[in-house]
């Protein structure tokens, strides 16, 4: 998963590294596989991504704030510019899914 860390992060989710932790990379990257941009978090109010987001974070025990985090630094993160079905979206969330499934 470097690539995914080194590359595709710091150009789509570049504060992705704040929330990463390496024991529950799973969860991470499912997370990231639906929301590969902050673009897509903040294009949302801030209840409806928490709602939509709820099951894909997992169980965690501070899920709430964890999410709400979330989306306040997707409302200042600068990512590339993309768009949901772009072509670039589909490539991290590829290789998302091959990190996932090994």
Do not use: C, N
């Not at 949901?84 to 490539?91: E, G, T, W």
């Amino acid at each position: 998963m470097a690539p995914v860390l080194t590359h595709y992060l710091p150009l789509y989710v570049p504060k992705a590294d704040h929330f990463h932790r390496s024991s529950r990379s799973d969860g991470f990257f499912a997370f990231l596989e639906r929301y590969p941009s902050p673009y897509f978090i903040s294009a949302m109010s801030k209840d409806a991504y928490i709602a939509d987001a709820w099951d894909v974070v997992g169980r965690k025990v501070s899920k709430e704030r964890f999410l709400a985090d979330t989306y306040e630094i997707s409302k200042v993160s600068v990512g590339l510019p993309v768009g949901l079905d772009s072509d670039a979206i589909s490539m991290v969330r590829l290789v998302l899914g091959q990190g996932r499934s090994r």
